[in-house]
């Protein structure tokens, strides 16, 4: 097995130089042109010393560039931070201090909201527009180069000082103490899965891989590695054509795709509105979900309009990638939802109690994830790591690191995993991860607002709706579209509430807590 | 309705309510929207459904492709195109 990442792109092109790696609309970068380019953007980072121990950024809309990028910052030893191209400026500029970059590689369309944002106090020495064939401007005092720069670099291999334990990447994820987190996954982690997954689902050279979610989800893992690891073919969507559901059915069904992974809500999109059942889905052979929960009536319609296809319910956080999983071997008879199956063979699945002992087979409790696929741990936060990351004894006795997901599960008598709750308030919408604490931190920081709190109402096709129920300042009046506004600043839009509600007091449990069940049901009254 | 009373329409829309937290002082009908990278799948389900109950037109999946979404003067087209005949 290949020790980092880069490593696949680099033999791929060895053994199939001219098949095609990446495909985008019109586009087509061979393995020889994807491995060539993304050697010149090493080349170009090491030639000013970034590399080992160092974060490069990408916050630009994705690109075939963006792949050479991704694979380019890993060969130059980095990790990639991979930021959701539809993230305010605010919050790039919060990840991009947090953890420390070294460059961004971004577009020169957005150099104006980043230098308003970065000032005199970016915390890269280097910026790199994938797009600009003439001109770099700088961002403040910062030095940019432009993409012609890239391709003019000499395109030989350039040594990777990193190690299978090196970070890879560091993909960012809500935090319920009201910033988001980095996920730092070393090379050795997501190779595990990637290992794992390439072998489950018979990646091979003839497929044709989707890539549908934003290189900043880690379910963009699978579709860039998987790919290259069998020298297959990846197809990013188009930002132009991904908001579209028919146009990208129609693409898909004419790019003769074989492999789908994407979240439900997209798939459900897809299913309501891109008129599936007039395009041609024969060449798919296998269709991967996760992230949220697939409702049966809607994985039952896609399983009628693809029978030749292998449909798998993929489960895992960020911080562990996937770790267990369950194949849909037919149709679901009934509503219920699906288990999250069994744990992976590189991956080891707890069921816990308070105490961290095992619950009884049928009971309730956290599920804990150890093996091959584990984060280090969250970027610059040792103590918030500390947390969720630490050892646990088995049932045979020996000690274990493993990664407390808060998620409440119980064991079938089949073996089979089965969600049941989570212990805390993150939930999922439109596949997304949220901690509601970080939407009521966001909102309480509003000089019109004392309290705030953000609800999230089931919603079969998309996971949840967000709601929040404010409490003034004395003597302020909020203004509910400077609130969402206010929000937009600060969150990605998918976090900002649909609805916004000022009431004069919260319900309080006897507890004296917020009484959320309370709120909720006012908000199903209504 | 004339069309250019539908773009002030579509453009009040855009502007003042569906993308409140983005700078759209200034866009003109003919302003590509994808360029200014605003607009993903909730904000076109917003746009259909606000076009489908202001103007009382039925938007088949098939004409929601990047090509009527550009502008405000393709959602506007789009939408003319579905009004019924005798309006």
């Known amino acids: ?526 | 309705m004339v069309s250019s009373a539908i773009e002030r329409t579509v453009l009040d829309f855009l502007t003042g309510d569906l993308f409140y937290d983005k700078d759209l002082s200034g866009l003109r009908e003919t302003d590509s929207l994808a360029e200014r990278e605003i607009l993903d799948s909730l904000a076109i389900l917003r746009i259909v459904t606000f076009c489908e109950e202001t103007f009382g037109v039925e938007i088949p999946d098939t004409d929601v492709v990047p090509e009527n979404f550009d502008s405000v003067r393709a959602i506007s087209q789009l939408i003319e195109r579905h009004v019924p005949k005798n309006t």
């Open chain 1, 1 to 526: 097995m290949t020790e980092l990442l880069p490593n696949l792109l680099t033999a791929a092109a060895d053994r199939w130089p001219e098949h095609p790696a990446v495909v985008m609309d019109d586009r087509t970068l061979s393995y020889e042109e994807l491995e060539t380019l993304s050697n010149r953007l090493a080349r170009v980072l090491a030639d000013r010393g970034i590399g080992h121990g160092d974060r490069v950024a990408l916050w630009l809309p994705k690109c075939p560039e963006a792949v050479a990028a991704i694979y380019g910052i890993m060969k130059a030893g980095a990790a990639y931070v991979s930021i959701d191209p539809a993230a305010p400026p605010v919050r790039v500029g919060y990840i991009a201090r947090d953890c420390q970059i070294a460059a961004l590689i971004t577009v020169s369309g957005r150099r104006a909201s980043l230098e308003r944002e970065f000032g005199s106090d970016a915390p890269m020495r280097m910026v790199v527009y994938a797009d600009s064939a003439v001109g770099a401007p700088c961002i403040g005092s910062i030095p940019a180069i432009k993409w012609s720069d890239v391709v003019a670099c000499p395109r030989g291999p350039v040594q990777c000082p990193a190690a299978a334990s090196s970070l890879a990447y560091i993909l960012y994820t809500s935090g319920s103490t009201g910033q988001p987190k980095g996920v730092a996954i070393p090379h050795r982690s997501s190779l595990s899965f990637v290992e794992w997954a390439s072998a489950t689902f018979e990646i091979n050279h003839e497929d044709r891989l989707a890539n549908h979610a934003g290189f900043h989800f880690d379910l963009s893992t699978f579709d860039l590695y998987a790919a290259a690891r069998a020298g297959a073919t990846v197809f990013p969507v188009a930002p132009r054509l991904s908001p579209f559901p028919a146009a990208l059915a129609r693409q898909w069904s004419k790019d003769r795709l074989t492999v789908w992974y994407a979240t439900p809500s997209t798939l459900i999109l897809l299913l309501a509105h891109g008129e599936l059942g007039s395009v041609d889905l024969s060449s798919l052979r296998v269709v991967l979900f996760a992230g949220e929960v697939f409702p049966a009536k809607h994985l039952r319609h896609l399983m009628e309009l693809a029978p030749q296809a292998r449909f798998a319910n993929l489960y895992g956080p960020t911080e562990t990638n996937v770790c267990t999983w369950y194949q849909v071997d037919s149709a679901p008879a009934d509503d219920l939802p699906l288990p999250i199956g069994r744990a992976c063979p590189n991956c080891e699945a707890f069921i816990l109690d308070e105490d961290l002992r095992p619950v009884e087979r049928g009971a309730v409790g956290e599920l804990w994830i150890g093996g091959g696929t584990l984060m280090r741990g969250y970027f610059n936060r040792a103590e918030q790591t500390a947390k969720v990351l630490c050892e646990i004894e088995t049932a045979a006795g020996s000690r274990t690191l493993a990664y407390r997901t808060g998620d409440l599960v119980r064991e079938h008598e089949d073996g089979l995993l089965q969600f049941v709750g989570r212990r805390d308030h993150q939930i999922k919408t439109r596949g997304y991860r949220v901690e509601l604490g970080e939407i009521e931190i966001a909102l309480s920081g509003h000089p019109s607002v004392d309290q705030a709190v953000v609800l999230a109402i089931p919603a079969e096709e998309i996971g949840h709706r967000l709601a929040a129920v404010v409490v003034a300042n004395p003597g302020a009046v909020p203004d509910i579209a400077e609130l969402k506004r206010h929000c937009a600043q600060l969150l990605p839009r998918y976090m900002v509430p649909e609805t916004i509600e000022v009431r004069s007091s919260l319900p309080r449990t006897a507890s004296d807590k917020v009484d959320r069940e309370a709120l909720l049901r006012m908000f199903s009254v209504d």
